[in-house]
């Protein structure tokens, strides 16, 4: 079905191309001075630039159509064209074309719709862009994504950090903003109150009382 929309669409796109393309050439070949003038009699507003416009959708959008290229944009502009030339000149004729009637300008027009609502099928240079990038597109996503590395660690696992080692809380302030009781330090080596070491004249003692040589006391004299 996809096939059949796509031959379809492409011989609707240069058919309407083609007949929008002989008759911006026909304007063309008429002057803008001579197309100015007829809309004017028409009662086109700004004939000009409505001259002018008409001139260049018909045969740029009508090339664009045949080409299969900004479709969408090309049959906006034709539908534009279309639907101007239907208020302003055709719709007070009738519908026959022998009449000066709307019938082929309505045709042209409603295939413009159509080519609007659905685009220009893949058959044309939208049709090749849009493939082109599909394709693009699938290979980026089926390419595999490289696995992230995690981060390695040149701390061992038996080390213990910083931030691993439990935090004692600290003792609260005591009240009424008093300094805290400070340690008290050993007597006997103050330079260093962390050791337990005893003075020099304890040390002193302690050996006369250890020592074999201690004075004997004499024994009381008896006599008279």
């Given at each position: ?10 011989i ?15 304007k ?19 004939p000009?630039?409505a ?58 027009g ?5 080519l ?12 090749i ?51 805290p ?19 020099d ?24």
């Amino acid at each position: 079905m996809r096939l059949v929309f796509d031959l379809a669409a492409l011989i609707a796109r240069v058919t309407i191309g083609v007949i929008f393309v002989a008759h911006g050439w026909q304007k063309w070949q008429a002057g803008p001075g001579s197309i100015a003038q007829m809309f004017t009699q028409s009662g086109v507003p700004y004939p000009e630039l409505a001259a002018g416009f008409t001139t260049i959708a018909e045969l740029v959008g009508g090339s664009f159509l045949i080409l299969g290229m900004l479709v969408r944009v090309a049959a906006l502009a034709l539908l534009a064209v279309s639907a101007g030339a239907i208020i302003f000149v055709h719709a007070k004729n009738g519908i026959f074309v022998a009449d000066m009637g709307w019938e082929l300008v309505g045709a042209l027009g409603a295939c413009c719709l159509l080519l609007l609502a659905t685009g220009g099928g893949r058959i044309g240079v939208d049709g090749i862009v849009n493939a082109f990038f599909r394709r693009r597109r699938t290979a980026e996503l089926s390419l595999p994504e490289a696995p992230v590395a995690a981060p390695s660690s040149t701390v061992s696992p038996n080390v213990r950090t910083v931030t691993d080692v439990p935090r004692q809380p600290a003792p609260p302030p005591p009240a009424g903003g008093s300094t805290p009781p400070q340690p008290p330090q050993n007597p006997g080596n103050p330079g260093n109150p962390g050791n337990p070491r005893l003075s020099d004249d304890d040390m002193k003692a302690i050996d006369a009382l250890m020592s074999d040589d201690q004075p004997r006391k004499n024994p009381p004299d008896n006599r008279a």
